[in-house]
Structure formats: C-alpha cells, structure tokens
C-alpha cells in the first residue's frame, strides 16, 4: 500500500505564491506517476499537472501553463507543486495522487490519493 500526505495549502493573496508537497510512504516503487489535481465546490475533480517518477516528463492542463511547476525529490518520496501568480478560480482542495500507470487526466488512472489541502486565493 501507497499512503499520500500533502501540505503547504493556505490562504494567499492574488498574484501570490504557494508550494504544495505530497509526501509518499509504503510500497512506492509501485508508482510511476504523480498527479496533482483539484476540486473546487460545486466543479468536477479537475487535473491540474503530472509527472512521471522516473524520467521527469510533466503534463499541465491549460490554465497553470506558465504559472505552476510540478517537480519531484525521488530521495525524499515528495512531489511538490508550484503556484505562481494566483488567481481566485485556483482556489480549491488540492489532492495528489500516485499512478501504477501513466500520467493520465482522467482520475480513476490513479490508484493512491492523499487527504487534500485546502488554496483559498483572496481577491
């Protein structure tokens, strides 16, 4: 089994910064990707970026291009994401997940979820 701690969520101003980290514990060399998605009330779970454990390869959906970076520390078992330049539809609970597969925008392609972390951007 795969467990997946984020933290780092918070309340931040727009235009301000934040960095989530998804700590993994367990039997992680059964991941080969991680993932960072969002659900904001009322929305779909919603991808926001993804990463291969291995090669470094990243995926972003359309509106963090340029504003986020999925990154990971393979000695730490941590995959973290930058937020940069953040606006209020960013606001949401922010979850990490661990893939057997690729990295895929569909949800049900991961097999490890963490508890969520809360981003609350105020305008």
């Known amino acids: 089994q795969v467990q997946l701690v984020e933290s780092g969520g918070g309340l931040v101003q727009v235009g301000g910064s934040l960095t989530l980290s998804c700590a993994a514990s367990g039997r992680t060399f059964s991941i080969y990707a991680m993932g960072w998605f969002r659900q904001a009330p009322g929305k779909e779970r919603e991808f926001v970026a993804g990463?291969?454990?291995?090669?470094?390869?990243?995926y972003y959906t359309d509106s963090v291009k340029g504003r986020f970076t999925i990154s990971r520390d393979n000695a730490k078992n941590t995959v973290y994401l930058q937020m940069n330049s953040l606006k209020p539809e960013d606001t949401a609970v922010y979850y990490c997940a661990g893939s057997r597969g690729i990295v895929t925008p569909r949800s049900r392609g991961y097999d490890y979820w963490g508890q969520g972390t809360q981003v609350t951007v105020s305008s």
């Open positions: 990463i291969t454990w291995s090669a470094s390869n990243t």
